[in-house]
């Protein structure tokens, strides 16, 4: 069955560090990847979008790489502060565009 | 520019009832999704409105169903509520004519079932 998994619940980094979340899905063909972020009792946010013929995206401090021999997603923010603690998400569309996979979510602490 | 509305904010249900929860897409975004999470979860797929046709469905059983209106608003009706219905129901808009490209979250409704 297909699965998405986001390799660790929670991660915890000083503030100016980066920091790393990886993204590994199986039985999977995405068209693209999508990174949100959720703070809690809120609806996500939609951060970037990669598409299966993008190997990297950034925008501002965010980077993320898209492997799909690997079948993996990396996401990045650089210089890390307090205000990017939040829960990120990551999901997966299916060829046509019209479903999506979440995962669980990694939970990111930035200390200062 | 108006955002993606939900209403209610919240909602108490009894189990068996059946519950009706609705959603104003962002002006102008022609697809509406909605999505079921569980505390701890991210958010599961139900599914999603184009043209006011259901146009994708994840693995949610038929007592799940919905409506597009030709506004573009939502709603997302759940009959014979039962006790894992409990969650953060999520709507979501998107500008992108069926695809679930850059998407738009409502802050949720949060249903619980007693």
């Known amino acids: 069955s297909q699965k998405i998994e986001q390799n660790s619940e929670a991660l915890n980094i000083q503030e100016g560090k980066t920091a790393t979340l990886t993204c590994n899905y199986t039985n999977y063909s995405p068209a693209y990847l999508q990174w949100y972020r959720q703070d809690p009792g809120r609806g996500p946010v939609f951060l970037l979008l990669i598409r299966e013929n993008e190997k990297e995206k950034r925008k501002e401090r965010l980077k993320v790489t898209f492997d799909t021999t690997l079948k993996q997603s990396l996401f990045h923010i650089t210089a890390s502060q307090p205000a990017d603690s939040a829960t990120y998400l990551c999901?997966?569309?299916?060829?046509?565009?019209?479903?999506?996979?979440f995962g669980k979510g990694t939970t990111l602490s930035v200390s200062s | 520019e108006t955002g993606v509305t939900q209403s209610p904010t919240h909602l108490i249900k009894t189990r068996g009832q059946q519950v009706t929860l609705r959603c104003s897409s962002q002006s102008g975004h022609n697809t509406v999704s909605w999505y079921q999470q569980a505390l701890g979860q991210g958010p599961q797929f139900i599914f999603q409105y184009y043209r006011e046709e259901e146009n994708g469905r994840g693995n949610f059983p038929p007592r799940f169903s919905g409506l597009q209106f030709p506004n573009y608003s939502s709603e997302l009706n759940v009959n014979a509520l039962e006790l894992d219905d409990s969650a953060l129901y999520l709507c979501?808009?998107?500008?992108?004519?069926?695809?679930?490209?850059?998407?738009?979250f409502g802050p949720g409704t949060r249903l619980t079932v007693l």
């Open positions: 999901a997966l569309a299916n060829q046509a565009g019209t479903a999506l996979i």
């Open positions: 979501a808009s998107s500008p992108t004519g069926g695809r679930l490209d850059t998407q738009y």
